[in-house]
C-alpha cells in the first residue's frame, strides 16, 4: 500500500508539472525524452522499482544501437500485477535516453479476492464450448477503459474455434472483458491442397478473416483471387491496382480453395528451397515480392474459353513486367472439370504441383540474373533450367517416388493426369522422347514455332541435368554417364544454380551452358570433381559440345 | 585303571554333586532389570531432518503450435534436502501417547524443459526447445501420530510412532514456454518459461522411531529416523501431474518431557 501511495503521490505531483501526455481516469501516460521530463520521470521510476511498484521484467540490447539497454517495468499493486502498465526507459550507459510509460496512479482496492482460485477456473472453463485453459488462472488488477480498475482473474481460455484471454471480476466472477488471442499468435493455418493434401498456409489475420498474405518469410508473398473473373486478372496483368479485398482468404483459417492453398504454400516453399539449398532471397535475391494470381477462369469457364485464352486455363506463367507497376506476376491456370480432357490428360489446377509452381518462380530468378532471351537456345535454356530447379524444389520436400505429390523427374505430373493408359505430365527429364522432345542436340527442333522450340528443346540441357545427377546411358549417343548419385545431387542442383544465375550472358547457347556449369562445378567442388565430371559427361552424352 | 573303575569314579563324582545339589536351599534368581516407570506426560521434539530420496517427476503435456500438436515435456528435480521438524505429544495410556507433529521442508528444484515445437510451414518437422527453469517447492506436512514409548532407563527413550500425515505441497508448475525464432523457422530456441505456483493437498502416512538421551530429567537430544510421504496430484490444463511428497528422513534435535 506504501508503494502505491507514493506512486499516487509522485503522480499527482508530476502531473502538476504537466510532464507527460493525454489522460484517462486512473491512467498516467508519459512519454519523456527531454532533458528535465527525464530527469522528473527517471526518479520516479527509480523510486516506483525500489518501492516494488515497478518489476523489470524485460532487459534487451537493441542490436542496433549496442550501447543501449531497454528495460521493460511492469505495475505492481500489493504484489499483483497491473495488467497492460509498463514503464519502458532506454539508457545509454545508464543514462537514460527515453522513458515511456503508461501505468495506473490511483490505485485504491481491495487486494483480496472474495472468489475462490477453483471458482474463477470453472467459470473460465464454462466460457467456451469444450474449453481448456492454457495459462493457470492468475489474480490481476484489471483496468477498464474509463472506469475503475477492479481486482480479475485472468486466463487463457481456449475453446472449439476460438482462444482468447478472458478477465473476470474477482468479487462477483463477471466477465469483463475477453479478446481474442488468435492474432497474435501465429496466424498459421491448414488446407487441403490440389491433390488431396494438408498443407500449412502462413497467413495474415485480417479483418476477421484469414488472407493469403505471408507474415513469416522476408518478402511479401501474396495470393490474389481473381475469382473466376478474367476481365479482372487481365487488367491486374495489364497493370490495374490489387486491393486487399482481392487476396485470398478464408473465414476459419481452415482453408478449402484447392489452388489457393497450393499456390500460396508451394510459392513459400520454392522460396525456401533457394533460400536453404543455394541461399538465395527470391526472384531477385533481395526478396522482391512473390505476387501470384489464381482462380482467373473456374474449370466449367475453361469449357468455353477461345483457344487464345485457354492459357488462363491450362497454364502457367511468370510474367516479369505485369501486375500494378510492373510488380511481376505469376499466373496459376484451374484446369478443366474432371470429367474433361485435354490431350488424353485431366488436368487439375496447375499451383498443385510444386515442380510447376517452382518451375514459375524460377522464371523469377532467371529474369533477374542472366536474364536468358526467351527464345531459340537461350530460351531452352531458361526452359531448362525452370525445369531443373522444378524438379529439384520436389526432391528437396517430397519422399522419391512414382506417385501423386512424390519427386521425381517429370514435370507437372500431378496437375496432368493420363485419363487412359498413356503418360503423366508434360515433359520428362529421364526419359524426354516419351513426349517427343529431344534428349540429344542431334534432334532439336529447328521450327520457329514455340519462339524456337524453347520448351521442345529444353529437355536436352535438363536431361544432361537429370543425368549428371542419376547417371545413365543416353538414348542416342550411348555415352553412359557416371552421376553423382541422388545423395550428392546438391552438388549438381548447385552448379547449375551457379551458372544459370550468375555465370551465363542473357544470350547463351547450350555450348555456352555447357562450360558455365562445368566450371561452375570446378568453382565448387574442384577440376576432377566428381560433379565437374559427371557434367561434362552429361553434355557429351547428349551431344553439346 | 580300567574302564569299569574309570566309569564308577565318573558315577559317584555324578551322584555325589547331585546329592549336594539337593541338600542347598534354591538360590534365588536374580530380578530381571525394570523398565523405569514413565514419569512424565507430555513430550516435545523439535529438529532438523534430511530428507533422503528425491522426488523427481515428470510433467507431459500437449502444445499447439502452428496448427499442429507438439509436445512439452517438464522434468522437475526435487532433490533431497532438509526440513524442519517439530513435534509433541501426550501420555494417554501406559506407553501409548498420541501427538501431532509438522514438518516443513522446501528446495529450490531445476526443471528441465524438452519440448518440440512444430514447424510453421510443414507437417512433421518439429523444432527441439531445450531450457531450464528455477521452480520452488514446498512441502507442509502435519502428522497425527500414536507413539509408544519404550524407557530404556532413567536417561534414554525410544519412541516408535506412525499414523497418519496431511501433507500440502506448493510446486512451480511450468505450464508453457516462450522461445525465440527467425526464418527459416527450422530452430528454435528457448528464451523463458512460463510457470505459476500450484498448490495441492494429499493424505498419507507416517512411520518411524526415535531414541532420546535426556541428560536432564526434562530436556535432552534425540535422533530419528521416519517414513512419511503422499502422492499429490495436481490438475492442469493437460491433465494430471502426479508427484511424490515427502519420504525416507533422518535427523535429530532437542527433545522436551514434562
Redesign the interface.
Known sequence: MKGVMALATAAAALLSLQVGSAQQPSSLRFNATTVNDLRTWDQFVSAQERAGGLRVTQVEQDPSLPSRTVERMHQYYQGIPVWGAEVVRDSDGGVPMSIFGDVSAQLDLDAQPTLTVDAATKIFLSSAVSA?????V?LVVFRLQNAEPRLAYMSVV?GTNEVFRAFIDAASGVELQRYSMLQKQ?A???GRGVVGD???M?VRLQAGVYVADDP???PVLTTFDMRNNLIRALNVLFGAPLFASDVASDAD?NWTDVSAVDAH?QI??TY?YY??RHGRRGLDNRDRPLISLINAVSQQDALSLPPELLDFALNAFWCPECGPGGIGVMFFGNGLPSNSTFFGQNVSPLAGSLDIVAHELTHGVTSASSNLLPFDEPGALNEAFSDMMGTSAEFF?QVPGSGIGQADYLMGEDSFRASGGGLNGIRSLVNPIAFGDPDHYSLKFTGSEDEGGVHTNSTIPSHAFYLSIEGGRNRVSGITVQGVGAANREQIEKSFYRAFTFLLPASASFSTARAATIQAARDLYGANSAAATAITQAWTAVGVN | MTLRALLSVILTCAFCTAAEAQTRPPAPRPAPPRRPAIAERVFFSAGVLFQVNSNDFTDTATI?????NGRLETAYDVGSGLAVDVSGSYLVWKNLAVGVGLTLFSASTTAAIDAQVP?????NQPRPVTGEFDADRSETAVHVQARWLIPVNNKMLVTIFGGPSFFSVEQD?V??FEYSES????TATFTRA?A?S?SESAVGVNIGGDVAYFFTPNVGVGGTVQYSGATVEMTQ??GTVEMKAGGLQVGGGLRLRF
Do not use: C, M
Open positions: 481448456t485453459l492454457l495459462r493457470p492468475n481456449a501465429s498459421v493455418g491448414t494438408t498443407k500449412k502462413s513469416l518469410r522476408p483459417n504454400a513459400g516453399w525456401d533460400f536453404k520436400f | 499447439r503450435r502452428n496448427a499442429e514447424h510453421p510451414f510443414f507437417f508448475i505450464s508453457d526464418y527459416p523457422f527450422d512460463i505459476a500450484q490444463p493437460s
